[in-house]
Nanobody, 115 residues
């Protein structure tokens, strides 16, 4: 069966960095567009960053270049490098794999930014 497993979430101080990973199994990873979403308490889930099967990337305007999405098709893994973290980045971060009308979600990993 399909599994998307996020890891790397943690509690960090403002200005810190984290690298999230999403390990995929049960899908032909290289053909899927991969996305990171996040959901903060009391807010709707929002798209953070996307990477196509060909490696083209897109980011939420609010991130101001602090985050970098990447993928390793040989390892079936997607990453999100997050720098200069702010309290507003506190959320559960979700991995999403999408191909045409098919979409799969991970269980999420918690990122908390607090002093």
């Amino acid at each position: 069966q399909v599994q998307l497993v996020e890891s790397g979430g943690d509690s960090v101080q403002p200005g810190g960095s984290l690298r999230l990973s999403c390990a995929a199994s049960g899908i032909l990873f290289k053909i899927y567009a991969m996305n990171w979403y996040r959901q903060a308490p009391g807010k709707q889930r929002e798209l953070v960053a996307s990477i196509t099967s060909g490696g083209m990337t897109n980011y939420a305007d609010s991130l101001k270049g602090r985050f970098t999405i990447s993928r390793d098709n040989a390892e079936n893994t997607m990453y999100l490098q997050m720098n200069s973290l702010e309290p507003e980045d506190t959320a559960v971060y979700y991995c999403n794999a999408r191909y045409m009308v098919t979409s799969f979600w991970g269980q999420g990993t918690q990122v908390t930014v607090s002093s």
